[in-house]
């Protein structure tokens, strides 16, 4: 297999940002995978910083960069790679999900081809999960383009209780002991280069600290009233995919109170972004929206 050349590799960036990258031998397929924090957890490496390299390096353009720092033509198709530790390996596709009956009892209820208004999609949801145990109203945003990131400010409670801690010692200990009670972990940005080590632990589960989803902050405890309030959401869309998956409350909810949280959280996205969008709760079947009256 043939090395990379980190002598070459990141010339298209800052000297002191390629220079902090080539010092943490972090491969460009890498940096797609990685949260914001977790780059600015490497020494040298700013908010800022994280800008420029998203700009040059994201899922669009990697497939060139990966190709030219290992000497292979950036015009192979990557499915002609067969090395299954590659980034662009083919996966074998998973067999058909097999449907309960209780499922497919559901799914009779809901017209596939027929867009559903929030209002009356909630109704639906409501009468269909009247046996289900879990009854989280989910909704799944398909969007123009990934990296999209930001807070959402909802009209009422989604009713799901948040575990918030604000990083200290202690709290560091905790998860290098593999101790995680907290579902939203706030630091200040003097705390991003003790993170650091956490960044392999905390990153994967989507808990370390971000500037840009509000939890690294000059003032955490202001901030951790603000979440605990509740009406506060953070969203994103995945990392190498266009989707945005958002619990906005329970079914057993108020269905006025659930649907302006829904109709809210599609506007502050915005629709000009977004390609389509389904609700659906735990373990239902799914309806698309009408997005004509946002």
């Excluded at 960036?13 to 390629?18: D, E, M, Q, R, W």
């Excluded at 994280?50 to 040059?56: A, G, H, Q, T």
């Excluded at 009247?130 to 989280?136: A, D, E, F, G, P």
């Excluded at 799944?140 to 409670?157: A, C, V």
Aim: proline share 6%; charged share 30%; aromatic share 4%.
């Amino acid at each position: 297999m043939t090395k990379i050349n980190w002598k070459e590799l990141y010339s298209d960036l800052p000297t002191h940002v390629a220079d902090a990258l080539r010092e943490a031998r972090l491969k460009p397929e890498q940096i797609v995978a990685k949260e914001d924090g977790e780059l600015m957890a490497i020494n040298g490496i700013t908010e800022k910083d994280v800008d420029s390299i998203r700009l040059l390096y994201n899922a669009e353009t990697i497939k060139d960069a990966v190709a030219t720092s290992v000497g292979v033509d950036p015009r192979v198709d990557p499915k002609s790679i067969k090395d299954e530790k590659s980034p662009f390996a083919v996966k074998k596709p998973l067999p058909p999900k097999k449907r309960g009956k209780k499922y497919k009892m559901m799914a009779k209820e809901i017209k596939k081809d027929e867009m559903y208004s929030i209002e009356d999609a909630v109704a639906k949801l409501q009468k269909i999960s009247q046996n289900s145990k879990l009854k989280t109203v989910e909704l799944t945003i398909n969007t123009r383009e990934t990296g999209l990131r930001g807070e959402l400010k909802l009209p009422h409670s989604t009713g799901k209780e948040l575990k918030i801690a604000i990083f200290s010692d202690q709290v560091a200990k905790d998860v290098e002991a593999g101790k995680i009670n907290f579902s939203i972990l706030l630091a200040t940005p003097a705390d991003m280069p003790k993170l650091a080590r956490l960044a392999k632990i905390l990153g994967p589960k989507g808990l370390m600290p971000n500037p840009k989803s509000g939890t690294v902050t000059e003032n955490p405890e202001k901030r951790a009233a603000d979440l605990a309030a509740g009406g506060t959401l953070p969203y994103k869309t995945e990392a190498k995919f266009p989707i945005i998956h958002l619990a906005l409350g329970k079914s057993t909810q108020d269905a006025k109170d659930l649907a302006e949280n829904i109709s809210e959280a599609l506007k502050a996205i915005g629709a000009t972004r977004i390609k389509n969008a389904y609700l659906s709760c735990t373990h239902t079947p799914s309806m698309k929206l009408h997005l004509g009256t946002l």
